[in-house]
Every structure is written in structure tokens, then in C-alpha cells.
């Protein structure tokens, strides 16, 4: 039986009492069932695969939390929590339908502790509001992911978000002192961390929001550094930029951020923002070093500025105020928006190798990109070996979506063989399940599984995530598998 | 002499992870030892009123199981047997001006300890505020499993975020989960470290971990002589075996030579998730019996 529901929805009469359930908990204008909001929530940033969720739910408190997951556990309906849908592996997918928990309502500051450098807030805060809330008493939330002013806390949690000051100063999970969350019975758990004992937290912080919904967090504040110094550099080739990435990491300097961004890249960033760079330029690094001292940091800058100059860069520009700095940076995280100059469509890569590898790499990435007759952009974390090759195509054409696939495999493969990672910040979530294959074996997998039974030993916590071969999810991936295609 | 010593019936130290795994196959219960430089805080130590000997538990000692297996220090990444002494390894990272910022700890000194055996403790130390602990520079290992299996959880990448972090369950797990046999670890460049300082070798017994706000508190009210760190609230201090201390929110506390009050848990949650886990990964409680204390 079928039921006609807000317009033009066509519902199942099963589906009409989830959302009524639903209601009930969060109240009806907290419930989204309409055609538009199901399509709407269908993917997050990973637009590849998509699968409609028969409501999305808004709850304000972890009590409402609770009470959906308790709900969803009762009548087996599987559920998926969601941030701002920023994410790059669909790990916002709700893969087997069923409910989306969106955080969306759940933005409050509960608690800042200057003495003890702590902060408590709900998990749909925006990353950047948390730094802006206590930038007055100099400090800041370190873990910066390029989509900061929008990206969750709870989202930065599950995916274990990485960043370009990560480089200095580590990723989401160094940053997270202690989480309250709906386990997948709906019972709510409050884990600390940094005590003896065994390391759940550093289990569930990029847990990919299988292993629970984390609810709210404490997270560590780092004391801003008292003197930063910014600067942009350019290379004649790509080789040039790699090998002194390479060289600046073995010289012992740890700068913040090391970042770079490639030919195509620059020339997006021109048309978007007018970006200059000097002619013949192939490459430019973005550097920066901080530290509580001016000498100390100018010493670290000169080292880095001594790398680039025997590696022939055409020009060193060092921010003179922090607006120069602030524009530097500010290209820096537009960049992958910016290529929408040049294709309808990107696809963005995430693979990890050593980083005294990146010149031979670089030169494989854009070996694959002609070989598939690919456009392909570089802006990537290089200070970590974190690649992020962009291909633009279109993908109205079949056989360019066909080698977008192929080209991204044989750049992930390669990351393997070069004893990296297939991922580095995106997540597995959907996108990268059959490629845990590669890196890992049904022995380590198995011991994956284990960890994750700690905590979900069902099948309705954000299902067909992380782990390949689950069960009930390999009938259902044809489903969702490449829709958007 | 480690103190677990007295109670296994024999003792072997192979050289290789298949011995691990041999070893690990054929026993019924087994004690996992390291250089035993950390014993004192074990909750095995010596306690008359709660001997631990009737335990029929085997051994196996990891002394043999050492040497770099990889260092890359272009990239900043060193992979180790577990065996390997801390010394050795610092020695080896020294000469390419790296080192691990692993500060001093206690009354023992952690460089004549093991890989394995700091894993497992995972004791604080003096330059943690600055450079974090294992949990941060572990970027991968390999476990041998209860049932003898070996797994590889991580990965060589100084950055990754492919599968669960399995590796940081193993952090502090005291051998209790498994046995981790070659850890690979991100380094850092050569930091100044001072000798373990004359007080710090005298002071014996315990450290407790409070909030940086109760930190100036409580180490006015120890009463006793003290290594503090404020940036981590840790105090380091003599204790007596039944000595009571005060206690602030949150806090926490180990101690040595104490048995079972060594490692104290009294949150519930904690308690029954810790339990959960052994379930899953020692369903016979083969591995280190009775070390947590819970279990």
C-alpha cells in the first residue's frame, strides 16, 4: 500500500510509520520525508553513489539521539548520522536507506575551560566557530580541513579529519579529549581519553560514525602560535617543488603547513581569484612556519627558504601582514572550488605514500592522466606525502566516467606499492571499500571486524562502511553502487 | 628478576614473530614479558597477600625478537621488532640527528626497556605535553593474536585513515589483547633530553595525572618531594605500598609494588567496555592473566 504524503511523495504505508515515529520524538517540522530533502540526502560530497534515506531527522540532544537509535534498533531500520555532508567517501550515505540523524540542530558551545584548554559542544558545530569562539584568549581547535567553516565537529571526529597544519600539529584525533555518544543500542556512553586502560576513543575517533553517534565532545585547545611566517614559492617544474618537499622534511625542519599546488591548479586559481604567479612557473609551495618565538621561526623559514633556492625557485614572496597571509591561505583552501573553471565535473583523489617519494609519484599521477586523456590537477597536504589528484572531465561522456575510475585505481595501487595508504583524510566510507583489499589482509581485516564488534556487532549503525564483504550489503550495493553515473 | 618469573612453569624467547606464534598456539595461559624494566608497575608485582602464582600460565619473553627491520629517515619512519631496547633504537636515530621524544618516566629507566613492554604500559613521561606519547607516533604494527594469528593493522604512512585504528586499542593494553611484534613509529628531529634527573631516579612508587587547574593543589598538598609537569598535570612521587592520597575529579592514579592497586578502574562504562574487548580479542583469557586487574 502506498501513501500520498507532503505533494508529490509516494510512500510505503512501513515507511509512513518510521516518519510518524519520528515525529513523535523530534516533533514534525524536525522531520524531513519530502521527494526534494530524500533526494537532497541521498550523498554527501562523494556524489558517485547515492541512495535515498526515507526521512531525515533533526534532533536537538543526545536524549533525542537516544531515543531514534533506540527506535531503530526496536524495528530494525538501519540509520547513518550526517554532519554538514561534506564528506569525500560517502560515509553520509545512507547506504541501505532507512533514517539520516542530521546534527544539523546540534550547534551549541556547552562549555570553555580556558584553565584547563578545553571546550564541550554539541557535534553539529562548524569546525571554525569553535577557533572564532575562543580565538580572544589565544587559543584555537588545530585540525583545519579545507571545508572548515562549514565541516562538523562530529564529522571532523568520524572521518579523523585531517588538514594543512596537521603536518605540525597531528590530525582530529590528537585534538579530542573525551566523547558522549549513542552507542548502536541506543545507550548513551561517555568515553574519555588519555587514561590507563585501553584506547577507545582513539577507536572511535575516525570510526567513520559505525561505531556509534558521537553526540558531543571535549576538545583540547592549542595556544595560537605568537609569530607565523607565511610564504609562496615558485618552481620551474613539478620535480623542482617535489624534491624540495622532500628535501625541506629530511632537513629536520617540521614547518605547520607544507602545501602544494600545481600548474592546472594555478591556473584555475587565477580565472577564480587572479592569483598571479611568475611566468613559466609549474608549481608553487605554500609554506608556512610558527612558533612561540619570532628567531626561532625566521631561522625555520630561512632553512626552508635555503631548500627552495637550490632547488632553482623563480620567486620566494614571504606574507609582510597577516591580510597578505590570510589571502595565501585563502587560495590555498578555495582551490579545488575554483575548478569549476575548468570542467563541469572532478573527481577528487585521496592516497597517502613517503614523502621521499613524491617526485617519482607525481610524475606517475600525470603519466596516468595522459594515458587516460584526463585533465588532472595537483593541490594536495605535501608535507605529508597526502596526494590529491583532481581529474576534470565531463561526465555526461560514459567513457571518461570509465577512465576517471581506472586512472584513480592505478594512482591508489601505486600509493600501495610504494608502501602508502589508499586514504589519508577522505575516509574509506563507500568509496574506497574494495580497495581495503589491497592494503590490508582477511587476517587484518578480521581484526578490524573485532575492534568494530566492541562496539556495533549489528548491522543498522551506518551499514556497508569501512569494512568489504559485509553482510546484507553486497546484494544492495548494485543498488547505490555509481547511480549518479 | 621479573616478577613473573617465580610463577611460569617455562620460558622461551624466540627469535622470530612464527616463534611468537607457535608459542602463542600451543599455550593455555601466557605471560608476555619485555625487558621487565617495568615491572614494578605491573599488577602482577610482588603483593604477599595476593600472590598470583597459582596461575599456570607459560611465558614468552621478546628478548630476542629485535632490530630496525626499516628506517627511513627522509620520511621520518623507523619499523622495529618489539624487542628492541629503547637505547638502541635512540642510538641508531641519533646518528641521522632523530630521536623519539620519549622523556624521562620513573624510577626505571625506559631506555633499557623494550618497544613492546613501553607499548604496553604506556607510562607518561616528561616531554608529553610537547611531543604526545605512542598513541601519537605509532602509525602501525603487527600483533600476534590470542588464537596465534598475525595481524597488521596501520600502515608506513606518517598519515592514514584507511580502516579503524586498531593499533591505538594496543596502546596500554598490557599484553592483554595481544602481542605486538614490530611497531613502526614516526620520528622526530633530535630534541634536547636531559639525563633521567637525579631526584627522578630516587623518587619511586607512583604517578598521578590531575586537571591543570587542581595541578598546583595538589602538588602543594603531596607533602612529599616531587617531579611535576603542569602542561600535563602529572606528578611523579614516592608512595607507600598502602599509602592514601588526596584524590581530584577525573584524576588518576598508578602506583608500583602495590598488586591490584596498581591500576585502579572505577568508571563503569569504561569497565564493561574493557571487558567486552577481552571477550572478542582472549575469549579464554589466555594473554597476561590478571594483569588489568578486571579480567
Redesign the interface.
Known amino acids: 500500500m502506498r501513501v500520498q504524503r507532503r505533494g508529490s511523495d509516494n510512500l510505503r504505508m512501513d515507511e509512513v510509520q518510521i516518519i510518524r515515529a519520528m515525529e513523535a520524538i523530534v516533533g514534525e517540522e524536525h522531520v524531513l520525508a519530502g521527494p526534494s530533502a530524500r533526494r537532497a540526502y541521498d550523498c554527501d560530497a562523494y556524489t558517485v553513489d547515492r541512495s535515498k534515506p526515507t526521512c531525515v531527522v533533526m534532533p536537538a540532544s543526545t536524549g533525542e539521539v537516544a531515543a531514534i537509535v533506540k527506535w531503530c534498533v526496536a524495528n530494525e531500520t538501519p540509520f547513518t548520522a550526517r554532519g554538514a555532508g561534506t564528506g569525500l567517501s560517502g560515509g553520509a550515505l545512507p547506504a541501505l536507506g532507512g533514517i539520516v540523524i542530521s546534527t544539523k540542530r546540534m550547534t551549541r558551545i556547552l562549555e570553555i575551560d580556558v584553565e584547563n584548554r578545553r571546550l564541550l559542544a554539541q557535534a553539529g558545530i562548524a569546525n571554525k566557530r569553535i577557533s572564532d569562539a575562543v580565538a580572544e584568549h589565544g587559543l584555537h581547535f588545530a585540525p583545519d580541513p579545507s571545508s572548515q567553516t562549514v565541516s562538523t565537529l562530529g564529522g571532523n571526529i568520524a572521518e579523523n579529519s585531517g588538514g594543512p597544519h596537521t603536518l605540525k600539529y597531528g590530525v582530529t584525533v590528537q585534538h579530542i579529549l573525551g566523547v558522549k555518544m549513542v552507542d548502536p543500542t541506543g545507550e548513551v556512553l561517555e568515553i574519555e581519553g588519555g587514561r590507563p586502560g585501553f584506547d577507545f576513543l582513539g577507536l572511535i575517533v575516525g570510526g567513520e560514525g559505525t561505531l556509534g553517534i558521537v553526540t558531543e565532545a571535549w576538545v583540547k585547545l592549542t595556544p595560537l602560535p605568537k609569530a607565523v611566517s607565511t610564504a609562496l614559492i615558485a618552481f620551474p617544474t613539478i620535480r623542482d617543488a617535489t624534491e624540495t618537499v622532500a628535501d625541506i622534511i629530511a632537513s629536520g625542519t617540521v614547518p605547520a603547513a607544507l602545501e602544494m599546488m600545481d600548474a592546472n591548479i594555478l591556473k584555475a586559481l587565477k580565472l577564480a581569484f587572479g592569483l598571479e604567479h611568475p611566468e613559466g612557473t609549474q608549481a608553487m609551495l605554500l609554506v608556512e612556519c610558527d612558533g612561540a618565538a619570532a628567531a626561532a621561526v625566521e631561522s625555520d623559514m630561512d632553512i626552508v627558504k635555503e631548500v627552495c633556492a637550490r632547488h632553482h625557485a623563480l620567486e620566494t614572496k614571504v606574507a609582510k601582514d597577516e591580510a597578505e597571509r590570510a589571502k595565501m591561505w585563502m587560495v590555498r583552501k578555495k582551490g579545488i572550488g575554483a575548478m569549476g573553471r575548468l570542467a563541469p565535473s572532478i573527481v577528487t583523489h585521496d592516497g597517502v605514500i613517503p614523502r621521499s617519494k613524491l617526485p617519482e609519484m607525481l610524475e606517475f599521477v600525470y603519466a596516468v592522466a595522459e594515458k587516460h586523456r584526463l585533465g588532472i590537477a595537483n593541490i594536495f597536504h605535501a608535507g605529508d606525502g597526502n596526494l590529491h589528484p583532481c581529474f576534470y572531465f565531463d561526465d555526461r561522456d560514459p567513457k571518461q566516467v570509465e577512465a576517471v575510475v581506472e586512472a584513480g585505481e592505478e594512482i591508489i595501487r601505486r600509493c600501495i606499492e610504494l608502501g602508502g595508504s589508499v586514504t589519508g583524510e577522505h575516509g574509506i566510507g563507500v568509496e574506497k571499500i574494495d580497495l581495503m583489499k589491497l592494503m590490508f589482509s582477511p587476517a587484518d581485516l578480521e581484526l578490524q571486524a573485532m575492534a568494530k564488534r566492541i562496539f556495533n556487532d549489528g548491522s543498522l549503525c551506518n551499514p556497508c562502511k569501512v569494512l568489504p564483504n559485509q553482510k546484507s550489503c553486497v546484494e544492495h550495493k548494485a543498488r547505490w553502487r555509481g547511480v549518479a553515473w | 628478576m621479573d616478577a613473573a618469573s617465580e610463577s611460569p612453569k617455562w620460558r622461551n624467547a624466540p627469535c622470530s614473530i612464527e616463534g611468537v606464534q607457535e608459542i602463542v598456539r600451543s599455550a593455555e595461559k601466557l605471560f608476555i614479558l619485555g625487558r621487565g624494566t617495568k615491572t614494578l608497575w605491573s599488577v602482577r608485582s610482588s603483593v604477599p597477600e595476593e600472590p598470583v602464582s597459582d596461575i599456570d600460565a607459560s611465558a614468552v619473553g621478546l628478548r630476542r625478537l629485535r632490530g630496525i627491520v626499516d628506517y627511513?629517515?627522509?620520511?621520518?619512519?623507523v619499523t622495529a621488532l618489539a624487542g628492541t631496547r629503547i637505547f638502541e633504537m635512540q642510538r641508531m636515530l641519533r646518528e641521522r640527528?632523530?630521536c623519539l621524544p620519549l622523556g624521562p618516566c620513573g624510577p626505571e629507566s625506559l631506555a633499557r626497556g623494550s618497544l613492546g613492554g613501553s607499548i604496553a604500559m604506556?607510562l607518561p613521561h616528561l616531554l608529553e605535553g610537547r611531543y604526545?606519547n605512542w598513541?601519537?607516533w605509532i602509525l602501525g604494527m603487527k600483533?600476534v593474536?590470542a588464537d596465534g594469528?598475525?595481524?597488521?593493522?596501520g600502515?608506513?604512512?606518517?598519515?592514514?585513515?584507511?580502516?579503524?585504528?586498531?593499533q591505538?586499542?594496543f596502546?596500554?593494553?598490557r599484553g592483554t589483547?595481544g602481542i605486538v611484534v614490530e611497531v613502526t613509529l614516526r620520528t622526530?628531529?633530535?630534541v634536547q633530553m636531559a639525563e633521567p634527573m637525579a631526584e627522578l631516579k630516587r623518587i619511586r612508587r607512583a604517578v598521578q595525572?590531575v586537571?591543570?587547574?587542581d595541578y598546583a593543589e595538589a602538588a602543594s598538598n603531596l607533602g612529599r618531594p616531587y617531579i611535576g609537569d603542569h602542561e600535563t598535570g602529572t606528578l611523579w612521587f614516592s608512595l607507600e605500598k598502602d599509602g592514601e592520597l588526596r584524590r581530584y575529579e577525573?584524576d588518576?592514579l598508578?602506583r608500583t609494588l602495590a598488586g591490584k592497586r596498581n591500576?585502579e578502574?572505577t568508571?563503569q562504562?569504561?569497565i564493561r567496555?574493557?571487558k567486552?574487548?577481552k571477550e572478542?580479542?582472549d575469549p579464554t583469557h589466555k594473554l597476561n592473566p590478571g594483569e588489568?586487574g578486571i579480567f
Open positions: 627511513s629517515w627522509q620520511d621520518q619512519v640527528n632523530q604506556n604526545g598513541r601519537d600483533v593474536l594469528t598475525l595481524a597488521t593493522c600502515s608506513h604512512a606518517v598519515k592514514s585513515v584507511a580502516g579503524y585504528d586498531v591505538k586499542l596502546v596500554g593494553s589483547l622526530f628531529p633530535c595525572r586537571a591543570r587547574s577525573g588518576w598508578l591500576l578502574f568508571d562504562t569504561q567496555l574493557m567486552r574487548a572478542i580479542f588489568m
